[in-house]
């Protein structure tokens, strides 16, 4: 993928060359308006989602507090907030004084919550917009290359003598042509012509696939969010009614947000991760570094945080690499976690480090779980997936762990070799670059 964005990237250069230099500026400011307006129209959608979301759990509050307290919901009431500090002592007055109309309650433990909803939630959609605004001109101007490459093969064909009846093909063609057909192509019976339409042609596939792209992120983040969300407004619900009275219910949902919570700052993390991966902001510290030391320090914490599962530790000569030391032990950690959530207790998992019959460099972590199928093997490392065998489980994750450690593994020119077979373990091969240090 590397190579390929290298040689898309000296490709656009070269058409560079060719183009006047104010064709070139003019193109890129262009490219800047466009991801401008994109960047804006994304945060407009956001602003919008919120301001919805905010009034409908408002609404929804006070129609459920009206009901509960009063039997029925009354517009006609006076609401007062009693504003104390800290905020988790917030009141709420709602009816007129000296009525039986009247009530109080304490919605300050309401509202910390649904700030750090609020905060969870507004963080992953900046994240998506400074992605946009950061990438997107660079991706617009990409995009651009073949209109810009058209736009010189018409200057070329303009010069030629050409009939008129060539230039109204032309344009019925293009007059003709519906982008928002997935199968949407352009054709011309023209060899003087197949220039302009292999370069329209490649760009519809282009856009076509990026946009894809970005749809199946944007869907699978809103709806790994969706579900930490629904359980925090379930559990508020909870203390809405049982709470304020029932201890053992406040402590019960104290805790299962704390759980959502922290799952959700988990989540935005690994995003943020991806996002400056994708990005090129993520930056590696790389050193001499040796793999038996890294697989040993994660022997010995799996050994102390982890009761329930068997811990061997193998060497098969000292594996030297260079490489960010931190960022190889997050990748042993993710893969060691991955084990460790699909094996049966008392079962036993493998860490080995050594020198392969090649002579490269490599890691692997072995288990006892559950194993994966064919279908499995194939996407596992595709960001959101995750096995049907443990989809809805509470040891599912986010499904985003397998795809930071292949980045991890990709940036230090490493590649994967996994041998899974269902009831019977997966075993997980890092093999590095036999280069000498």
Known sequence: ????????????????????????????????????????????????????????????????????????????????????????????????????????????????????SAVALFGVELILVLHQLLWGTRKVRYYLRPIRQMAERTRQLSELAMD???????????????????DARLEVSNRELQGIERAINDMLERMREANKQQTQFVSDA????????????????????????????????????????????????????????DSNRQKLEKK????????????????????????????????????????????????????????????????RAGIGKDGAPFYSIQDDGIGMSQPDMEHAFDRFYRADAVRGNKTGGTGLGLSIAKWIVDQHGGYYEVVSRQELGTRFTVIFPNDKI
């Not at 040689?7 to 230099?21: A, H, L, M, T, W």
């Open 1 to 116: 993928m590397k190579e390929n964005w290298e040689e898309q990237r000296r490709e656009q250069k070269n058409d560079d060359r060719s183009i006047p230099p104010n064709e070139t500026v003019r193109v890129t400011s262009i490219a800047r308006r466009i991801n401008w307006n994109a960047a804006l129209s994304l945060f407009g959608a956001f602003a919008s989602i919120d301001v919805v979301l905010c009034v409908i759990l408002g609404a929804a509050a006070l129609y459920c507090l009206d009901v509960q307290y009063l039997g029925e919901f009354h517009w006609n009431i006076s609401r007062t907030f009693l504003h104390t500090k800290p905020i988790r002592e917030l009141v709420l007055q709602c009816g007129e004084p000296g009525t039986n109309e009247y009530y109080t309650v304490l919605i300050g433990p309401w509202i910390s919550v649904l700030r750090y």
């Open 222 to 277: 809103s709806h790994e969010l969706r579900t930490p969300i629904a359980v925090i407004q379930g559990y508020v619900n909870l203390l809405d009614r049982w709470g304020k009275e029932d201890e053992a219910v406040l402590e019960e949902a104290i805790g299962a947000l704390k759980n959502e919570a922290e799952h959700m700052q988990h989540l935005v993390e690994q995003l943020l991760f991806l996002a400056r991966g």
């Open 288 to 351: 001499r570094m040796s793999l038996n030391s890294v697989l040993r320090e994660v022997y010995e914490e799996s050994l102390m945080i982890d009761e329930q599962h068997h811990y061997r530790f193998e060497e098969k000569g000292e594996a030297v690499i260079c490489g960010d030391s931190d960022m190889i032990k997050q990748s042993v950690r993710i893969l060691v976690d991955n084990a460790a959530k699909y094996t049966k207790e008392g079962e036993e998992i493998t860490l």
């Open 164 to 182: 008129e009846s060539r230039y109204q093909n032309l344009e019925e063609a293009i007059s003709d042509l519906h982008v928002e057909r997935p």
